[in-house]
């Protein structure tokens, strides 16, 4: 078992920063992709992007790439999603999700989840 818990979300005006964390716990290993989703009200759940938990690779949505970066730190078990440029469609609530396998843009696929942090961006 996996447990995923996010923090960091909250109300920013358009332009501006956030950094959401993801914290890890449970039986991980170097073979989990984890990854970002995000849910706006009444839409489906879309991929933002993805990193594996060993090596460098990330993978991004085309429609937050050069804005968002995911990065890990192994030592504190946690992921992070830098948010860069915000606009006010980037609202929604953010999801972090981990698969052992990999990476897939398809919400379906991945194992766990955490309870969601919301994001508000206000024009």
């Known amino acids: 078992q996996v447990q995923l818990v996010e923090s960091g979300g909250g109300l920013v005006q358009a332009g501006g920063s956030l950094r959401l964390s993801c914290a890890v716990s449970g039986r991980t290993s170097s073979t989990y992709v984890m990854a970002w989703f995000r849910q706006a009200p009444g839409k489906e759940r879309q991929f933002v992007g993805a990193i594996r938990w060993s090596g460098s690779s990330t993978y991004y949505a085309d429609s937050v790439k050069a804005r968002f970066t995911i990065s890990r730190d192994n030592a504190k078990n946690t992921v992070y999603l830098q948010m860069n440029s915000l606009q006010p469609e980037d609202t929604a609530v953010y999801y972090c999700?981990?698969?052992?396998?990999?990476?897939?843009?398809?919400?379906?696929?991945?194992?766990?989840w955490g309870q969601g942090t919301q994001v508000t961006v206000s024009s």
């Open positions: 999700a981990a698969r052992r396998a990999a990476p897939t843009i398809t919400a379906k696929e991945y194992d766990y």
